[in-house]
């Protein structure tokens, strides 16, 4: 049930992907809420939705059915320049391989959300640049260009980046998958922290265990929310689907 607490809440969500002949149906019924504070993450197999439904809740698709209120604002039947306007204000993203851009400093990056707003003066921008940048442990390396840092350090930029504009929620999709274990673990412990510091996260993960270190977990099966159980069951039931396969390739001497 929606709340007015509810930063999110998606109803009904399907998105149908048409290529050539095929219909893809990537998301089946979605039915989500999260409220102001939580941690959320989203989990499942490869291939099961994930990336459509962050991209829906980050505006950058659109649903093909359903009902999406962003912190208030109904943004279903919005046009692109509106969604720029509100994904801007209220969203920040964390993408996989941090899409820093290469030709910029660190401050010029974490900057630039700022900078498309639009009527926050430049001693403003500094300021809330600096402030962003250190949360993350970053403001040291304010001068150095993204190539001059490791993986793990761009992603606590990318971050920042995602901190600057205060948006009502951070979106993360597989935020560790470029990274070794140890900066993984890192980038995992900044947003526990900052979720500690009130911050609202939704983060999409394959990885079990990182899933695990969110409040609520949500696992998403062909496109489809489903609870813990049925998870844990569908998944057997496709390892035992792949076991007959193999086995039916290895009788066949393939
Ligand atoms: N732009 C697209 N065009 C056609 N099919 C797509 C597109 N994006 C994703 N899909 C399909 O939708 C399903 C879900 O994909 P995705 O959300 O990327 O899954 P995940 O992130 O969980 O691996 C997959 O079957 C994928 O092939
Ligand atoms: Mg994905």
Redesign the pocket.
């Known amino acids: 049930m929606a709340t007015t607490n509810d930063v999110i809440a998606l109803t009904g969500i399907r998105k149908v992907?048409q290529?050539d002949e095929v219909e893809?149906h990537?998301l089946s019924e979605v039915h989500l809420s999260i409220a102001r504070g939580e941690y959320v993450s989203i989990s499942?197999p490869?291939?099961?939705?994930?990336?459509?439904l962050l991209s829906i809740l980050g505006l950058l698709d659109t649903a093909s059915a359903g009902r999406y209120v962003l912190n208030g604002h109904d943004v279903a039947g919005l046009g692109a320049a509106q969604r720029a306007r509100i994904r801007n204000a209220e969203i920040g993203f964390i993408f996989q391989a941090f899409n820093l851009i290469g030709d910029l400093t660190v401050q010029e990056n974490v900057e630039l959300p700022l900078t498309y707003r639009g009527g926050i003066g430049a001693a403003e921008r500094r300021e809330r640049v600096l402030e962003s940048l250190e949360r993350v442990g970053m403001a040291h390396r304010m001068r150095h260009y993204p190539a001059q840092l490791s993986g793990g350090q761009q992603q606590r930029v990318a971050v920042a980046r995602a901190l600057v504009g205060r948006p009502a929620i951070l979106l993360a999709d597989e935020p560790t998958g470029n990274l070794d274990s140890r900066n993984g673990e890192a980038v995992m412990a900044l947003l526990e922290e900052l979720h500690r510091g009130g911050a609202t996260l939704c983060m999409v993960t394959h990885d079990p265990r990182y899933a695990e270190l969110a409040q609520r977990k949500v696992r998403l099966f062909d496109g489809r929310v489903v609870d813990e159980e049925t998870f844990d069951r569908l998944r057997h039931e496709d390892e035992r689907r792949l076991d007959a396969l193999i086995g039916r390739r290895v009788e066949a001497g393939a």
């Open positions: 992907f290529t893809t990537a499942g490869s291939g099961c939705g994930k990336t459509t």
